[in-house]
């Protein structure tokens, strides 16, 4: 459940960054990329959670779902941090002005989610308190 609900919230970050992509965001060097990367990981991480990945790996399944969800806890922790840091002082040349306080907000309570919901899940799988088969 854990894995589900986190690759979900991180889609959502993943979409948020979208969105702002196409509002202020897009005529910044470096930065308008990089939301577009955001999104495109969070997207690619997210859907890859969300499917039965554990019948596709054979022997390999426990290795590729710890892989895929540390990727997701990675993505949506490093976006957090560079948050936090451009929020502060410029980060690429470029520092928040808080173009859109509700979506930052949404994108920071996202990634939250998707760290805490997806190391729980990767913790439930590593002491073995999770469904061998969920699919």
Do not use: C
């Amino acid at each position: 459940m854990g894995r589900g609900l986190g690759a979900v919230a991180l889609v959502v970050a993943g979409v948020v960054h979208l969105q702002q992509y196409f509002g202020p965001y897009r005529e910044i060097p470096t930065i308008g990329v990089l939301f577009l990367v955001n999104f495109a990981a969070a997207v690619l991480i997210g859907l890859t959670l969300l499917t039965p990945i554990e019948h596709l790996t054979g022997r390999w399944a426990g290795a590729a779902v710890a892989l895929v969800t540390a990727a997701g806890i990675a993505l949506a922790a490093g976006s957090l941090v560079m948050l936090s840091i451009s929020e502060r002082t410029p980060l690429f040349g470029f520092q928040e002005p808080g173009y859109d306080p509700a979506a930052i907000e949404l994108t920071r309570r996202s990634e939250v989610a998707a760290v805490v919901l997806l190391g729980a899940s990767l913790i439930a799988r590593f002491t073995g308190k999770t469904p061998k088969h969920r699919w």
